[in-house]
């Protein structure tokens, strides 16, 4: 996936740039169209509805799998293309009335430069004006000399926009509310990093049971086991989204999953030397809702006790709210741990200090989280002399979003092996669940 997108989908910049989107529409369609039977061979699926088609097609910031289309793209790297060489070109060729002199011959006469630049502006998005710019309220008014002035970025502004309009076109075409939760989690902060992560090691890499589980649940896909299993062995039925093999109770799978966010976050703080103990049983004799983590050094002289839970947008409570903000699930889990914890009096030798760290299901950092991550990469920064707090925020991020696909895919496939067919042997429970998604 990483090589299709990086490398693969990447082959047509230099041609976007420099070819007219006229000229280049042909081109770009067959590889759009060969970048996405390539993404579904990827995943064994046969086929992706249009709403799935748009989602891959979306940056990763956003909810899709940075699969950019070389077709809507093209006008806004062509149009930038030159903007961005217009200083090194003689403005005369550019209002020169044909392409080049020495194609007269092939019937290029009446194809001009000021033409094609005027086809590629009719197709680009309106994009805000930055300080440094005039105002660009019509895309009809867009001029290459006007453009030239401040082609910094200038595809990447263009693209941006254009992203962003299809994301919201996308939301307007789905109709359920499980597809709108979900489509604005998964472009909640750093629900994409695993996407971004580079599988150096283990710690970053995606088994492939592992990649196309995450990947179905991204886009929303029906899961294959649910043609060999439609009930949970605690009487409910399966849905084909995998949502109740999240979240199940029965089995343990959602606290192993709970522990095992609470080892990463562990890790995370083991980085720093940060003293810390989980669940420090001594210090609560007398409570069962302990905290998981708990900072006897949070760096201001205090302790700190860290509350880490998983919440799932999804849920009847909160579903609602879930299908117009994004992060509206772990925002209410922070709400609900802080009331808690205002209510209840700190456990004799506790502090009163407590902060909510909640992850999605689906990939989105609750705020609180994320605050304190950035806090920790300043920490790192300080105490190891380095100034570059990106890189710190950068690695803990792919490494905890990688960490939590992990586990998802770990809770579904220890749910499958307890309600497997009885006619299936246990024991090739993980060729049976491999079989099932379709992976070869």
């Keep these: 996936m990483l090589l299709l997108r990086m490398c693969h989908n990447t082959r047509l910049n230099y041609l976007s740039r420099s070819v007219p989107p006229t000229l280049f529409e042909e081109a770009a369609k067959i590889h759009d169209e060969i970048t996405l039977q390539s993404f579904c061979l990827i995943l064994r699926v046969e086929g992706l509805s249009s709403p799935q088609i748009i989602q891959s097609r979306l940056p990763i910031r956003l909810e899709g799998f940075g699969l950019r289309s070389a077709l809507d793209i093209s006008p806004a790297a062509f149009v930038s293309g030159w903007a961005n060489s217009a200083k090194e070109i003689p403005m005369r060729f550019l209002e020169s009335h044909k392409l080049f002199d020495s194609f007269s011959s092939c019937n290029y006469e009446q194809i001009t430069i000021k033409h094609h630049l005027h086809v590629a502006c009719q197709h680009l998005p309106t994009v805000a004006s930055s300080k440094d710019d005039d105002d660009m309220s019509s895309a009809s008014s867009l001029t290459i000399k006007a453009l030239a002035q401040n082609p910094s970025k200038l595809q990447h502004r263009f693209s941006s926009e254009l992203a962003n309009q299809s994301a919201a076109s996308l939301l307007q075409q789905v109709k359920s509310r499980r597809d709108m939760a979900r489509l604005r989690s998964v472009r909640g902060t750093c629900a994409g990093a695993w996407l971004d992560a580079i599988p150096s090691s283990q710690r970053f890499a995606l088994t492939p049971l592992e990649f196309k589980l995450a990947a179905f649940v991204r886009l929303g896909l029906s899961m294959p086991f ?26 343990g799978g959602p606290y192993w999953q709970h522990n095992s966010m609470v080892s990463c976050w562990s ?76 209510t209840e009096e700190a456990p004799q030798g506790g ?14 950092m609750g705020q609180k989280a994320h605050e304190y991550l950035k806090k920790l990469a300043k920490r790192f920064t300080n105490e190891r002399g380095c100034p570059d707090v990106l890189h710190f925020l950068s690695y803990w991020s792919k490494r905890l979003a990688t960490h939590l696909q992990k586990c998802n895919a770990e809770v579904i496939r220890r749910k499958l092996d307890c309600i497997l067919p009885s006619d299936v042997d246990s024991s090739k429970c993980s060729d049976w669940i491999v079989q099932s998604v379709g992976i070869v």
């Design 226 to 251: 649910t043609s060999f299993v439609n009930q949970c062995d605690c009487g409910k039925d399966l849905d084909s989204t995998g949502f109740h093999l999240l979240t199940c109770k029965k089995g």
């Design 267 to 342: 890790e995370c703080l083991k980085s720093l030397g940060m003293h810390h103990r989980i669940e420090p049983r001594d210090r609560y004799l007398n409570s069962d809702d302990r905290p998981d983590i708990v900072i006897y050094d949070s760096g201001d002289g205090t302790a700190l006790e860290l509350d880490i839970s998983l919440a799932h947008p999804w849920n009847q409570r909160i579903l609602l709210k879930a299908t117009s903000s994004t992060g509206a699930a772990a925002s209410q889990r922070e709400e609900e741990k802080f009331m808690k914890y205002a």
């Design 351 to 364: 502090c009163p200090n407590v902060l909510p760290l909640v992850h999605e299901h689906f990939g989105h």
